[in-house]
């Protein structure tokens, strides 16, 4: 792990020292053609959460877990002949996870330690923007790949600026293709079959395609208020469960989680950001969500930065979640065979959280620690509670680069 | 049960209506000059990227995702 940490670090130092001051900024008026570095940016977080409601053991059991991140982007741009804005953003991603639920998929191969596994995340994008219009368009490929998981995903966007420059549409589409492996909890794997290795000929894939397409409209409203709607659509298809969440009917029997390989999603959203006074801006977001499955949400996040001066803020938060379950949720032992569908994933069920915390950024004139490259650090902490137990914590580190 | 809850729903998307009438109906044309509040960082419509990690946590420990500029499929999850 620490070879392939090092490894990103060096590829992106490498990227850095490559465009470091060979190209002249904007900030003068002059609009380079080369490929010029803007900026980058480092977030890193700390996550963990426990509970015992697991869904590989059915809806009981622990659900302890760590997982360690890291995104680090770089954004370079250029200008064209027709004055129009490139902007290239290279993002790579790296997640390390320790999680003793995984334990329980097969606890005879493993003697103790939690189980652990790695996900890399790389992805692209390109946009052009032609200022004089106030248009955008865009494309991007992503990419994950973990042990039992590889994803690729592609992107597409539009955005049209009004006439007064006050308002933007903006329409997105996506699509991912996953491919999972089909790894059954040991006592449910067939007899003689593979299934027990590390190798990837062990499993049998399953598919899941997710399609996604997004419209929203932001708008100035008057000098300190600005609002933004969005409506998403978000169809998937396939194997929607997972093979190793385990399901104990109420005749003690044992099966893997079955659910609809269908599922239309529908969330639509507001954001709105407000400046109080000086010193005070007010960022609130609602989402209302609704899928085929019978799961309605709804989302009220609010943050207050506090600008205790130009260069330091001080940012509380707070966001409040309430989901009612899916229709084929039910917990341990209350399935019955006469079920089509069934989960005791209590990621499914019917719960409110609360996720609270505080954060503060720093933007020195002269650089963070008075290194001028590091123009921004911010950290903030976070706590999660679900009322069906869960608890987790995130502790997240960003900077940025210029 | 589900029409208290279909209830409440319209309820919200009502309020939202309402606080957005009223947001559109006091809409002032902003002159770039003039931008230099709705220009600061912190006024951001869009997710922050220290919030990144957060959203993609909150995505697999609950039912509910999109609409808030994350990811809306791809990656597993799964534990």
Known sequence: ?402 | MKKNHQRSTARMIALALFFSAIAFASCTTVKEYQKNKLNDSEMTLSARKIEKTEMSFQSYREGASGANGGKTGGGCGCN
């Open chain 1, 1 to 402: 792990m620490k070879r392939i940490c090092l490894s990103v670090a060096g590829i992106v130092l490498t990227f850095f020292a490559s465009f470091a001051q060979t190209n002249p900024k904007d900030s003068a008026g002059y609009k380079s053609r080369k490929l010029s570095f803007e900026e980058a940016n480092l977030v890193t977080s700390y996550y963990k959460q426990d509970g015992n409601n697991s869904a590989v053991t059915g809806g009981i059991g622990t659900q302890k877990l760590t997982d360690i991140s890291t995104v680090i982007d770089v954004k370079f741009t250029r200008w064209d002949k027709k004055e129009r804005k490139h902007t290239y953003d290279i993002e790579i991603g790296f997640d390390h996870y320790t999680s003793a639920s995984s334990d329980n998929v097969d606890p005879h191969t493993v003697s103790g330690a939690s189980r652990a596994d790695s996900r890399l995340f790389p992805s692209l994008s390109w946009s052009v923007e032609n200022q004089k219009k106030g248009s955008t368009i865009g494309v991007g490929v992503a990419l994950s790949s973990e042990f039992d998981y590889q994803s690729i995903g592609v992107n597409a966007m539009f955005a049209q600026k009004t006439k007064n420059r006050n308002g933007e549409f903006t329409a997105k589409a996506q699509v991912f293709l996953d491919k999972l492996k089909y790894i059954l909890p040991i006592e449910l794997r067939p007899t003689g079959s593979g299934g027990g290795g590390d190798d990837e000929d062990d499993y049998e894939n399953r598919s899941r395609k997710s399609y996604s397409g997004s419209l929203s409209y932001s708008h100035i409203i008057n000098k300190r208020l600005q609002v933004m709607f969005i409506a998403e659509m978000i169809k998937q298809q396939g194997f929607l469960g997972l093979p190793f969440h385990r399901v104990y009917l109420n005749n003690n029997a044992v099966v893997v989680e079955n659910l609809p390989d269908t599922r239309t999603k529908i969330p639509l959203g507001i954001r709105a950001s407000y400046f109080l006074g000086d010193k005070i801006i007010v960022r609130g977001f609602y989402r209302y969500y609704h899928d085929n499955w019978g799961l309605n949400a709804h989302t009220i996040n609010l943050e207050t930065p506090i600008k205790i001066n130009p260069y330091f803020s001080v940012i509380p938060f707070y966001r409040y979640y309430s989901q009612t379950a899916v229709d084929y949720f039910a917990p341990y032992k209350m399935h019955t065979t006469a079920d089509q569908y069934f989960t005791s994933n209590y990621d499914l069920s019917k719960f409110n959280s609360n996720f609270y915390g505080a954060g503060f950024k720093i933007t020195p004139l002269k650089g963070v620690l008075g290194i001028q490259r590091i123009s921004m650090l911010e950290m903030r902490y976070g706590h999660y509670s679900r009322t069906n137990g869960l608890n987790s914590d995130i502790i997240t580190l960003s900077m940025k680069f210029k």
